[in-house]
């Protein structure tokens, strides 16, 4: 074991790691101009060799009626047409252009559906290790500091798995319950750790399980990330642990990533990918894994600009993250409602609350509280509600047990659950075949 440990850390952190990470803190310090100029020169070496060695890019760009040598700049990127999960899931090969030796599978995940296959190769994990790395550091955590890790990495059957080579201690996510809360606590006091990586979920309902024994922790630093971090877990995961929460926002895909700033709000890469911000999606290109080239391709998420302008900021600045394009509420008039995450914050006795609609008629909210949350309680959350949906949406609000809310395998969690859009969609599918 020590050695596979070793061997990892040797994997993740050796000289090519620290290159990128030098470079990526180097050019952080560009100017616009700059940034620009090598943003252009990524973009169009990807679009060029994806075009010259990708059997779907090709035949895509061809029957598009693409000419590849009027791409001048990353501002020609209206000119290509979009690509969706769907186009990648049907020619994952034709889409590779790497060496096989050299390529990693991933796996994008949902609560629903089958998830999509995507290839990373070595240099692009070292490449997003570094960007994750830079943005750690600039709140204060460097490699090799103690590093708590609850992020669904474990077996069921193994509760912690620690690294003395990078000074990591992995804990399980699948055993959060009442009877091992003062076991996670006991680990976590006598580790002392300067940083926590974990989903957003998974550290939340570590806050509640300290809650319930009456304790609480100081630890510097929690790194969010795989998930939307809603405001009333953030509200609740700082107070718990005394903690400052930075966020990140990626894909398994590697077609994006956005930074949460000391200012709370984010910023893009522009190095690390190339975006069209849309209503309700963005189109992406990612820049560093040119081995599995995915190009202006669709993620929906709803992501708001910042609609101020920073004359510091060199880099377009992204005022909140909302969520997939199905985490949103729709009305009996067909209004979408999204940010919903409001009403409940700060409701006292709440531990986790979810929505899940399958009709316009009504919505269901399923949450789990504590013994002592009471019908003023109830009729608190029930106002806040109210003041997001109005009075003419009904709901019901349930009192369920954990296992009830709805997560993926991986223990990945949605405020919403429309399963009114996810069969709208289905049904999409069976009319195109």
Same mark, same amino acid.
């Given at each position: 074991?020590?050695?596979k440990q070793?061997?990892?850390? @040797?994997?993740? =952190?050796?000289? =090519? +790691? ?6 990526i803190q180097?050019?952080?310090?560009w100017? !616009?101009?700059r940034?620009l100029e090598?943003?252009?020169?990524? +973009? ?5 060799k994806?075009y010259?060695?990708?059997p ?5 760009y ?6 590849i040598?009027? &791409? %001048?700049?990353?501002?020609d990127?209206h000119?290509?047409p ?16 790497? %060496? %096989?030796?050299? $390529?990693?599978s991933?796996? *994008?995940?949902?609560?629903s559906?089958?998830?999509?296959q995507?290839?990373r190769?070595y240099?692009? &994990? ?11 550091i600039?709140?204060g ?8 890790i609850?992020?669904? #990495?474990?077996h069921?059957?193994q509760?912690?798995?620690?690294n003395?080579?990078?000074? *990591?201690l992995?804990?399980?996510s699948?055993?959060?319950?009442a ?6 606590f006991d680990?976590i ?8 990586l974990a989903?957003p979920?998974s550290i939340e309902?570590l806050?509640?399980?300290?809650t319930s &024994?009456n ?8 790194f969010?990330s795989?998930?939307t ?6 509200t ?7 903690a400052r929460? /930075?966020?990140? =926002?990626?894909?398994?895909e590697?077609t994006? /990533?956005? @930074?949460?700033r000391?200012? =709370?709000?984010?910023e893009?890469?522009p190095?690390?990918s190339a975006?069209?911000f849309g209503?309700g999606y ?5 820049l560093i894994?040119t081995?599995f080239?995915l190009?202006n ?5 709803h992501? $708001? ?9 060199n880099?377009r600045?992204? #005022?909140?993250?909302?969520? $997939?394009?199905?985490?949103?509420l ?5 209004t $979408?409602?999204?940010?919903?995450w409001?009403? +409940? ?8 609350a979810q ?5 316009m008629e ?12 009471s019908?003023e309680d ?7 509600l !109210?003041e997001?949906v109005?009075?003419?949406a009904p709901?019901?609000?349930? !009192? ?5 809310i709805i997560?993926t %395998?991986?223990?990945?969690?949605k405020?919403?659950i429309?399963h009114?859009?996810k ?8 009319v195109?075949l």
């Open positions: 074991m020590r050695f070793f061997i990892e850390k @040797q994997f993740r =952190y050796n000289f =090519y +790691f620290y290159q990128r990470l030098r470079a180097v050019q952080e310090t100017d !616009k101009p940034l090598h943003q252009n020169r990524k +973009f169009l070496a990807l679009i060029n994806a010259q060695y990708s779907f890019y090709r035949a895509f061809d029957q598009h009626g693409v000419d040598q009027q &791409i %001048k700049s990353v501002e990127i000119a290509l979009h690509i969706t999960k769907t186009d990648v899931r049907d020619n994952m090969e034709g889409i590779f252009i790497g %060496k %096989k030796f050299n $390529r990693v991933a796996y *994008t995940s949902g609560t559906g089958n998830p999509t995507v290839y190769d240099q692009s &994990i070292i490449e997003e290790g570094a960007y994750q790395w830079a943005h750690r600039k709140f955590h460097t490699p090799g500091m103690k590093t708590l609850l992020r669904g #990495n474990l069921r059957d509760k912690e798995r620690y003395p080579f990078t000074k *990591t992995e804990l399980s699948y055993h959060l319950s009877s091992n809360a003062q076991w996670y680990k006091s006598e580790f002392a750790p300067n940083a926590v989903y979920s309902s806050a509640n399980l300290f &024994i304790k609480s922790l100081e630890i510097p630093l929690i969010t795989s998930e971090l809603y405001g009333h877990q953030r609740k995961i700082e107070h718990v642990f005394n929460i /930075a966020d990140w =926002y990626g894909n398994a590697r994006i /990533a956005l @930074q949460e000391r200012d =709370y709000l984010y893009e890469l190095l690390y975006n069209i209503d963005v189109l992406s290109t990612g894994n081995s080239p190009i391709y669709q993620v929906d998420d992501i $708001r600009l910042h609609s101020v302008h920073h004359e510091e900021a880099v600045l992204i #005022n909140c993250i909302q969520g $997939r394009s199905d985490d949103v729709i009305l009996p008039d067909g $979408r409602i999204g940010l919903l409001g009403a +409940f914050d700060r409701v006292p006795h709440l531990l986790l929505i899940v609609q399958t009709s009504r919505f269901e909210v399923n949450i789990v509280v504590t013994d002592e949350f019908r109830e009729a608190f959350l029930e106002r806040k !109210k997001f109005g009075e003419h709901f019901t609000i349930h !009192k369920v047990d954990e296992k009830s997560k %395998k991986a223990g990945k969690f405020l919403v429309n009114m859009l069969k709208a969609s289905h049904e999409e599918q069976i195109r």
